[in-house]
């Protein structure tokens, strides 16, 4: 075969409605030549074949068009389909950081119809591979980050339920990717890209292929190395400024909660806080912060992958096949710094500024305050920001190994395999995290230099507070005290600082798969109309999941935020689980076609359930026309992150709209933000969806196609956390609700003051229902000529139709569907050119406008009036390449991503003021791409 081969017919996006987990088959391409094309079996189906009809929906994105689109990872390629757009479910690096609100660090997970990535079935060469060890939040998913894209084949996108073939839990679809294995030569290929702004974006891509047939063998070996250089908010214009800097900065304000009404902050006239930031707010001076001048937008990247496949015939009808995939990433995840809020001063520390200390005697004066000596023997309270930035560091490493053989006995395929996966992830924190008690103990005097600690002070880790102990000093035991300096910007702090209160919260993960399955398929019997076809299979797996974090990062009643402003997450399960399945294809006429599948799942720990799907195919005209629907099932049971989760610290704003209870029965203000727990539950039950769908294809000339289908995907018992539900719930009786400071850690409840939820232990449950759907259309062109060479005019587009969430009868109905960050309309179009050694081509991507989700706050930062209404833009950004194949087997290509240097809209409801789900603040980004085959 060729080293390189040019295929003009190259990607086909067959989008259609998912029919049956039957015979799902890709479309036949173009065939000009007439030559023979290899059966084949692709996403949907155990069954070999070629179905010409497109009976179910599959989107297919082969190596030509990977090699186009300038992508450097799998997740950049997965990210341009419409089917995968919307919400929050699809995540990169991008949305990768430290904080419970981020994604895991140097991951990547794609998600179906905006389901989540749990109910998206992500598989290799058809076959599971194990999760990460790290979940999003208590989501488990696979990271497709950890599948070098230069080793991939193609994508096969199955965007509807496909639970009665691959798994119960395929409740939104199944991603497929299929690796390369009939490489022949040697071809090493150099990828750079950056962008066109002052600072440094830069990607740099290496990866050499090698691949040799023997007499009855074929062996592989792929290696891929990448790095990409880190982009901050503070790089762009857009989102180089907060909307409404935070009140809490480096310079804090300081109250003693008892004679002072009003906050004292070090001001500029003594040297503190910069002149352009020092404000006077609702509880007095504070110096604001611009959080976007620290935080990334999306963080250093680097891996090294290698995958390797041998092949060998060991008879004309059987084959023993391996694989083996290994790599190896570190990433580094980086948030604004951490907030310290209520935190106690010892007022006696040697290190009070002389005007700030004028200044709190004389804010106190009018309650009785002469001299600071006054507040001796009480504590003064701080609310401020910590100098240095959040950052996390992983390292992670994935290994899989598959090994099976397959054959053919009396006209029948069968095929079995065994498949080991292994996960593990190692965090360490770099800068910017706290012990709270540690903080605390620093900060009162309670610290020494060698890291003894003494009782000058008894901490009060709940509240948080302090009152007076012994009063013994470090200096009454021979030694001296290590203060915490919070004054001039806090840069100046003794060693003992960084090695006693900072901290690094060590935690690590490790998932493990291990599997074995086997099928079996072929010709049933014949019907007058044409032959029954069948596919019989099982498995079994057994999966783990440990996610341990580092001991001082745990909560407990005692200290529920260990450390300041980081979120700790926990995991530990295992389970055994095993499938039976079979599927048919039916010829009931000679233009009609019924298909069915049954599954029959069952999980150690939740039991068995059995999910079928059967759909129709009618062709009329000679297949020019082609009718079609579907319906099926799914059942997916908590993953191994929900099952096996302990407590999630996490945050939370209270949205007084939704909840006004929570703000003492106002709804025209913004609520309380919580530093919250999201607690695990043993009583969960499986997830249970309904998928049906109907459509036609139309191909009314040879090289026209048109293709409009509707799919309805409805969703029992969804697993998550709902706040705004679990707080309706909550206070109406279905959950503790105590006084501030009494609610354990890992309890499911609410602490209330003054009428205001000032804190939230929010429960892992079963959620209501939630209906989603929407109408995908193609439309694609083939044109040949003569001398101009071939083109291909594409446009796939995704209708959002409704996105409705009914939690519990507290919440009701939550539409999202043109709602924030739910667009109704994405698309995408794209002309592509070849001729002879040149290729080139020109798309663009379209994000509709959609509801905008700003807060009261930032409402007025932004000068429009309270409960004005807010819409994100409309956004449409356009890319080019080009491309030259050269006789000595080199070739080069450039790409330009962005290609007039479109600015994304700005997006209130974020803090970085750009919505990165739905956008990119990247701008223009030029890639060139050159290699050579050997």
């Given at each position: 075969?060729?080293?390189?081969?040019?295929?003009?017919k190259?990607?086909?996006?067959?989008?259609?409605?998912s029919?049956?987990a039957?015979?799902?088959?890709?479309?036949?391409?173009?065939?000009?030549?007439?030559?023979?094309?290899?059966?084949?079996?692709?996403?949907g189906?155990?069954?070999?074949?070629?179905?010409?009809?497109?009976?179910?929906q599959?989107?297919?994105?082969?190596?030509d068009?990977?090699?186009?689109?300038?992508?450097?990872?799998?997740?950049?390629?997965?990210?341009?389909l419409?089917?995968?757009?919307?919400?929050?479910?699809?995540?990169?690096?991008?949305?990768?950081?430290?904080?419970?609100?981020?994604?895991?660090?140097?991951?990547?997970?794609?998600?179906?119809?905006?389901?989540?990535?749990?109910a998206t079935?992500?598989?290799?060469?058809?076959?599971?591979?194990?999760?990460?060890?790290?979940?999003?939040?208590q989501?488990?998913?696979?990271?497709?980050?950890s599948i070098?894209?230069?080793?991939?084949?193609?994508?096969?996108?199955?965007?509807?339920?496909?639970?009665?073939?691959?798994?119960?839990?395929?409740?939104?679809?199944?991603?497929?990717?299929?690796l390369?294995?009939?490489?022949?030569?040697?071809?090493?290929?150099?990828?750079h890209?950056?962008?066109?702004?002052?600072t440094?974006?830069?990607?740099?891509?290496?990866?050499?292929?090698?691949?040799?047939?023997?007499?009855?063998?074929?062996?592989?070996?792929?290696?891929?190395?990448?790095?990409?250089?880190?982009?901050?908010?503070?790089?762009?214009?857009?989102?180089?400024?907060?909307?409404?800097?935070?009140?809490?900065?480096?310079?804090?304000s300081?109250?003693?909660?008892?004679?002072?009404?009003?906050d004292?902050?070090?001001?500029?006239?003594?040297?503190g806080?910069?002149?352009?930031q020092?404000?006077?707010?609702?509880?007095?001076?504070?110096?604001?912060f611009?959080?976007?001048?620290?935080?990334?937008?999306?963080?250093d990247?680097?891996?090294?992958?290698v995958?390797?496949?041998?092949?060998?015939?060991?008879?004309?009808?059987?084959?023993w096949f391996n694989n083996v995939?290994f790599?190896?990433?570190?990433?580094?995840?980086?948030?604004?710094?951490?907030?310290?809020?209520?935190?106690?001063?010892d007022?006696?520390?040697?290190?009070?500024?002389g005007?700030?200390q004028?200044?709190?005697?004389?804010?106190g004066?009018?309650?009785?305050?002469?001299?600071?000596?006054?507040?001796?023997?009480?504590?003064?309270?701080?609310?401020?920001?910590?100098?240095?930035?959040?950052?996390?560091?992983?390292?992670?490493?994935s290994?899989?190994f598959l090994?099976?053989?397959?054959?053919?006995?009396?006209?029948?395929?069968?095929?079995v395999?065994?498949?080991?996966?292994?996960?593990?992830?190692?965090?360490?924190?770099?800068?910017?995290?706290y012990?709270?008690e540690?903080?605390?103990?620093?900060?009162?005097?309670?610290?020494?230099?060698?890291g003894?600690?003494v009782?000058r002070?008894d901490?009060d880790?709940?509240?948080?507070?302090?009152?007076y102990?012994?009063g013994?000093?470090?200096?009454d035991?021979?030694k001296?005290?290590a203060?915490?300096?919070?004054?001039?910007?806090?840069?100046?702090?003794?060693?003992?600082?960084?090695?006693?209160?900072?901290?690094?919260?060590?935690?690590?993960?490790?998932?493990?798969?291990?599997?074995?399955d086997?099928n079996f398929?072929g010709?049933?019997?014949?019907?007058p109309?044409?032959?029954?076809?069948?596919?019989?299979?099982?498995?079994?797996?057994?999966?783990?999941?440990?996610?341990?974090?580092?001991?001082?990062?745990?909560?407990?009643?005692?200290?529920?935020e260990?450390?300041?402003?980081?979120?700790?997450?926990?995991?530990?399960?295992e389970?055994?689980?095993w499938?039976?399945?079979?599927?048919?294809?039916?010829?009931l006429?000679?233009?009609?076609?019924?298909?069915l599948?049954?599954?029959?799942d069952?999980?150690?720990s939740?039991?068995g359930?059995f999910?079928?799907?059967?759909?129709m195919?009618?062709s009329?005209?000679?297949?020019?026309?082609?009718?079609?629907?579907?319906?099926?099932t799914?059942?997916?049971?908590?993953s191994?992150?929900?099952?096996?989760?302990?407590?999630?610290?996490?945050s939370y704003?209270?949205?007084?709209?939704m909840?006004?209870?929570?703000?003492g029965?106002?709804?025209?203000?913004?609520?309380?933000?919580?530093?919250?727990?999201?607690?695990?539950?043993?009583?969960?039950?499986?997830?249970?969806?309904?998928?049906?769908?109907?459509g036609?294809?139309?191909?009314?000339f040879?090289?026209?196609?048109?293709?409009?289908?509707?799919?309805?995907?409805?969703?029992?018992?969804?697993?998550?956390?709902?706040?705004?539900?679990?707080?309706?719930r909550?206070?109406a009786?279905?959950?503790?609700?105590?006084?501030?400071?009494?609610?354990?850690?890992?309890?499911?409840?609410?602490?209330?003051?003054?009428?205001?939820?000032?804190?939230?232990?929010?429960?892992?449950?079963?959620?209501?229902?939630?209906?989603?759907?929407g109408?995908d259309?193609?439309?694609?062109?083939?044109?040949?000529?003569?001398?101009?060479?071939?083109?291909?005019?594409?446009?796939?587009?995704?209708?959002l139709?409704?996105?409705?969430r009914?939690?519990?009868?507290?919440?009701?109905?939550?539409?999202?569907?043109?709602?924030?960050?739910?667009?109704?309309?994405?698309?995408?179009?794209?002309?592509?050119?070849?001729?002879?050694?040149?290729?080139?081509?020109?798309?663009?991507?379209?994000?509709?406008?959609?509801?905008?989700?700003?807060?009261?706050?930032?409402?007025?930062?932004?000068?429009?009036?309270?409960g004005?209404?807010?819409?994100?833009?409309?956004?449409?950004?356009?890319?080019?390449?080009?491309?030259?194949?050269?006789?000595?087997?080199?070739?080069?290509?450039?790409?330009?991503n962005?290609?007039?240097?479109?600015?994304?809209?700005?997006?209130?409801?974020?803090?970085?003021?750009?919505?990165?789900?739905?956008?990119?603040?990247?701008?223009?980004?030029?890639?060139?791409?050159?290699?050579h085959?050997?």
């Amino acid at each position: 075969m060729n080293k390189r081969t040019h295929l003009y017919k190259a990607i086909r996006l067959a989008v259609g409605c998912s029919l049956v987990a039957g015979s799902a088959f890709a479309q036949d391409l173009p065939n000009p030549a007439g030559e023979a094309v290899e059966e084949i079996t692709v996403t949907g189906s155990h069954i070999k074949g070629l179905d010409t009809g497109s009976a179910v929906q599959v989107v297919q994105i082969n190596r030509d068009d990977i090699e186009a689109s300038g992508a450097t990872s799998a997740i950049e390629i997965l990210q341009e389909l419409t089917q995968t757009g919307g919400g929050s479910g699809t995540f990169s690096t991008a949305t990768g950081g430290p904080l419970s609100s981020n994604t895991p660090v140097g991951a990547a997970g794609v998600s179906l119809r905006g389901l989540g990535s749990s109910a998206t079935l992500v598989l290799v060469n058809g076959r599971r591979v194990s999760v990460s060890s790290f979940a999003k939040g208590q989501e488990s998913f696979v990271d497709v980050n950890s599948i070098p894209l230069s080793a991939i084949e193609r994508v096969e996108v199955l965007p509807s339920g496909a639970a009665a073939t691959y798994g119960a839990d395929a409740v939104a679809g199944v991603v497929n990717f299929v690796l390369r294995d009939d490489f022949e030569g040697s071809e090493v290929s150099i990828t750079h890209g950056n962008s066109t702004a002052s600072t440094d974006e830069g990607k740099y891509n290496l990866n050499w292929i090698w691949g040799r047939t023997g007499e009855r063998s074929h062996s592989m070996v792929v290696v891929d190395l990448f790095k990409r250089n880190a982009l901050y908010d503070r790089d762009r214009d857009i989102s180089a400024n907060s909307v409404r800097p935070s009140q809490q900065g480096v310079y804090p304000s300081f109250n003693d909660l008892f004679w002072m009404a009003y906050d004292q902050t070090e001001g500029p006239a003594a040297g503190g806080c910069p002149e352009d930031q020092f404000k006077f707010g609702d509880f007095g001076d504070y110096c604001e912060f611009n959080t976007n001048a620290v935080a990334a937008t999306q963080d250093d990247y680097q891996s090294g992958s290698v995958v390797a496949t041998f092949n060998y015939d060991l008879s004309d009808n059987l084959e023993w096949f391996n694989n083996v995939m290994f790599q190896t990433s570190e990433a580094k995840g980086t948030s604004s710094p951490a907030n310290f809020s209520r935190a106690p001063f010892d007022p006696e520390s040697p290190l009070w500024p002389g005007a700030l200390q004028a200044d709190i005697v004389e804010e106190g004066s009018f309650e009785g305050a002469q001299d600071f000596s006054d507040f001796y023997g009480f504590p003064v309270y701080a609310w401020g920001k910590f100098p240095d930035a959040r950052a996390v560091e992983v390292e992670s490493q994935s290994v899989r190994f598959l090994t099976g053989l397959r054959g053919e006995l009396n006209n029948w395929d069968w095929e079995v395999a065994a498949n080991i996966g292994r996960n593990e992830n190692e965090q360490r924190g770099i800068s910017g995290l706290y012990n709270t008690e540690a903080f605390y103990n620093a900060s009162l005097g309670n610290l020494c230099t060698d890291g003894t600690v003494v009782s000058r002070w008894d901490v009060d880790l709940v509240r948080p507070g302090a009152s007076y102990g012994t009063g013994e000093t470090c200096e009454d035991l021979g030694k001296t005290t290590a203060w915490y300096n919070p004054f001039g910007g806090q840069g100046d702090q003794v060693d003992a600082i960084a090695d006693f209160v900072r901290t690094d919260a060590a935690r690590s993960g490790e998932s493990n798969l291990y599997a074995i399955d086997g099928n079996f398929s072929g010709d049933l019997f014949d019907l007058p109309a044409g032959t029954v076809k069948v596919a019989v299979g099982a498995e079994f797996r057994r999966e783990t999941v440990k996610d341990t974090p580092s001991g001082e990062a745990v909560s407990t009643t005692m200290n529920p935020e260990p450390i300041l402003g980081f979120s700790s997450t926990s995991a530990d399960a295992e389970r055994d689980q095993w499938a039976v399945y079979m599927e048919q294809s039916i010829p009931l006429t000679a233009t009609t076609e019924m298909q069915l599948a049954m599954r029959y799942d069952y999980y150690d720990s939740f039991g068995g359930d059995f999910n079928p799907k059967v759909a129709m195919r009618q062709s009329l005209l000679g297949d020019k026309v082609v009718l079609r629907g579907n319906w099926s099932t799914s059942f997916r049971a908590p993953s191994l992150a929900q099952v096996g989760a302990g407590t999630l610290l996490s945050s939370y704003t209270v949205d007084c709209t939704m909840t006004p209870g929570a703000c003492g029965g106002a709804n025209n203000e913004d609520g309380e933000f919580l530093f919250s727990e999201e607690v695990s539950n043993d009583n969960l039950k499986p997830e249970e969806a309904t998928t049906w769908g109907a459509g036609v294809l139309l191909k009314p000339f040879a090289d026209t196609e048109l293709s409009i289908d509707y799919w309805n995907i409805e969703h029992e018992n969804l697993i998550g956390v709902e706040e705004d539900d679990f707080i309706l719930r909550a206070l109406a009786g279905e959950f503790a609700v105590v006084g501030e400071g009494e609610l354990a850690t890992g309890t499911p409840g609410l602490e209330v003051a003054n009428g205001y939820v000032v804190d939230a232990h929010f429960q892992l449950t079963n959620l209501g229902l939630q209906e989603t759907s929407g109408v995908d259309m193609a439309f694609t062109q083939y044109l040949d000529t003569d001398s101009l060479g071939s083109f291909r005019f594409t446009l796939d587009t995704t209708y959002l139709a409704e996105f409705d969430r009914y939690p519990s009868d507290a919440l009701g109905e939550v539409s999202e569907a043109g709602e924030y960050r739910y667009p109704r309309w994405l698309a995408n179009a794209r002309v592509r050119w070849m001729n002879e050694q040149w290729s080139a081509s020109l798309g663009a991507r379209y994000t509709h406008s959609y509801a905008d989700d700003p807060t009261f706050r930032i409402l007025e930062a932004a000068g429009l009036p309270e409960g004005a209404e807010v819409e994100v833009d409309a956004w449409t950004v356009l890319d080019a390449s080009v491309g030259r194949d050269f006789e000595n087997g080199s070739w080069l290509s450039l790409r330009v991503n962005n290609l007039t240097d479109k600015e994304p809209p700005l997006v209130l409801g974020t803090g970085a003021n750009v919505d990165h789900v739905n956008h990119s603040s990247m701008g223009r980004f030029v890639t060139l791409s050159y290699g050579h085959a050997f």
